[in-house]
């Protein structure tokens, strides 16, 4: 079984999108079950309903899973394994207080060596402190695991001292929890974050000891670290501060789940083609493809196939996701996509359009009120029903207000449009036509 195992403490990152997507593809190539574990150990950072949040995402995005577990209700079963763990002495209890801790991590830092537990503190300040936390016996050998992306990583036995699986409180710390879940659902591939690599040994020491204290077989998870995801101009970790990063903040800006899928799946890979689905993708990607660099979030590119996607869907398509009230309203979009990326963009070209125009707010000369104002009048005793063709409309327009040239044209966009630049008109007149009475209405013209 494979699993996807978001925290409840903030908006769903592109990071972790990408790790469940491909989470999902390799579960669907292996034919094994996905599962969903929602970390929610952590209750001073769960924030509420981001649970519900994040399961609807991961649907949006059209990855589904076979089992959904909140890894809360395992806790009992955490405490259970850890006193298996110190019963056979696995695992032993550490009265070392914070201060203490403190003080040896400072002298290692004034002595340029790195901090590491020795088990012979464990009961030093058993009197001041009572309330002693747990800690997983560390490794006295190397160990190293076979990564899919990074290739072998070694970490030797100074790197391995004992840590906590049990806070002063009884909580399984997050390495624990985690790895305990692995254990109890026999997950047998992991594909998560880079971030995650150093947590990987602890993890497999605390598999290795459960296998043991349970007397089953230990079998060795295949482990694949996703690269980072790098801000384009900064070169440094996206973070919660780049807009970008947020899953959520995509999607609000128009930028269709398809896209987004498309454009992580494709993050360090070169894929057979630049534009598909998810479910495509599951026919070829290949994990052992993905390059181990990290990858920078290139936005442009993103653009670039989002509007590959909303070219292919179809009418209705684009009206239901534009709430289109009409399918001529879904056409003219349709046209409007020559020049717009996102369906926010589609969004405010029409609304401009069907919405009253401000024809004070275009400062294209002292005399452009006046034109747009005028024009406007004078398209008021025209009959658009039956002036079919845009040549036609023109001509007439033309003559009932004595305007040419750019007196009339730039007018006349903002008319039909409420912008200044953007597709020929004789291309938006239908539609002019059609919606007259929504298009061509002016805002506040009293009181001018
Ligand atoms: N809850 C962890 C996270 O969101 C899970 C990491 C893992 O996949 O093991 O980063």
Redesign the pocket.
């Known amino acids: 079984m494979l699993r996807f195992?978001?925290?409840p403490t903030g908006d769903m990152h592109i990071g972790?999108l990408r790790?469940a997507l491909l989470n999902f593809i390799v579960a669907k190539q292996l034919q094994r079950p996905l599962m969903v574990r929602i970390?929610d150990t952590d209750t001073a950072r769960n924030i509420p309903h981001k649970d519900q949040e994040i399961l609807e995402l991961l649907s949006t995005m059209g990855i589904s899973w076979d089992q959904l577990v909140y890894q809360s209700a395992n806790v009992a079963t955490h405490i259970e394994y850890a006193q298996k763990l110190l019963d056979q002495g696995l695992a032993f209890y550490c009265h070392c207080t914070l201060e203490f801790l403190e003080e040896q991590k400072q002298r290692a830092l004034q002595e340029k060596r790195p901090f590491r537990y020795h088990d012979a503190w464990a009961f030093l300040q058993q009197q001041s402190n009572p309330h002693p936390v747990v800690r997983l016996r560390g490794s006295t050998q190397a160990l190293d695991f076979t990564d899919q992306i990074k290739g072998v990583i070694h970490f030797e036995p100074h790197e391995l001292d004992s840590f906590v699986i049990l806070r002063a409180d009884k909580t399984p710390t997050?390495n624990f929890a985690?790895a305990c879940d692995d254990f109890t659902y026999k997950i047998s591939y992991?594909i998560?974050?880079e971030d995650?690599v150093s947590n990987t040994p602890k993890q497999i020491l605390i598999q290795k000891a459960l296998a043991q204290v349970l007397g089953v077989a230990y079998h060795q998870i295949t482990y694949a670290h996703l690269p980072l995801i790098l801000n384009h101009e900064t070169g440094k970790k996206m973070s919660k501060r780049d807009a970008a990063s947020s899953v959520s903040w995509l999607l609000q800006q128009g930028f269709l789940p398809q896209s987004v899928a498309n454009y992580l799946i494709s993050l360090g890979y070169s894929p057979p083609k630049d534009v598909f689905d998810l479910e495509e993708s599951c026919a070829w990607f290949n994990l052992a493809k993905l390059s181990g660099a990290n990858a920078r979030f290139d936005l442009a590119y993103l653009r670039h196939l989002n509007h590959k996607h909303l070219s292919k869907l179809t009418l209705e398509e684009l009206q239901t996701l534009l709430k289109l009230d009409h399918p001529s309203k879904a056409k003219l979009a349709q046209l409007f996509l020559e020049d717009s990326s996102t369906l926010q963009e589609l969004q405010g070209k029409l609304k401009a359009m069907f919405s009253p125009k401000d024809i004070r707010q275009d400062y294209e000369g002292e005399n452009f009120y006046d034109h747009c104002y005028h024009l406007y009048r004078a398209l008021q005793t025209l009959n658009l029903g039956q002036l079919e063709d845009f040549t036609h409309f023109k001509q007439a327009a033309m003559q009932a207000s004595q305007l040419k040239g750019k007196d009339f044209f730039k007018p006349l966009r903002i008319l039909f449009t409420g912008q200044a630049h953007g597709l020929e008109l004789s291309l938006l007149y239908p539609f002019v036509r059609a919606f007259a009475s929504e298009i061509l209405v002016l805002k506040d013209v009293h009181g001018s």
């Open positions: 195992a978001p925290s972790n790790a970390e997050y985690c992991i998560r974050g995650h």
